[in-house]
């Protein structure tokens, strides 16, 4: 296992690292590796669901990822202080019957001592796209 960057957070190479390590987890589309980087209580909301627990989490990640086919996601540093970053992404998918979609969104994540996230909340919104005009 590499380093870990744990709290708190005041080196911007140190902070745009993690949430570059964030960024390549998701993107391996495994919802039990990318629920090892939370708390075994994190508490997330992610569009209208609430979740506690990393076992809500690996179901809720298995759900997306079997809906949103093809995910890739780009995500950027915001601003971050003492234990919490806020992030924009935006991440590219489609659906089972072809259409893509493109969704934007910010991220807050509070980190434990650790380096775990023991908090997510995340604002999305989609927009439906041509494939000719994907960009990630």
Known sequence: MGTVIAPPFTDPDLAAQKVQLAENLWNTRD????????TEDT?????????????????FLTRKWQRELDYK?????????????????QYEWHNTQGQWYRSYGNELWEFAPSGLMRRREASINDLAIAEADRVL
């Open 43 to 59: 508490q997330w909301r992610n569009r209208t669901d609430f979740l506690t627990g990393r076992a809500a989490v690996i179901e």
């Open 73 to 89: 996601l780009k995500k950027e540093l915001w601003g971050f202080r003492d234990n919490r970053m806020a992030v924009k992404f």
């Open 31 to 38: 919802p039990e590796r990318v629920a090892a980087a939370y």
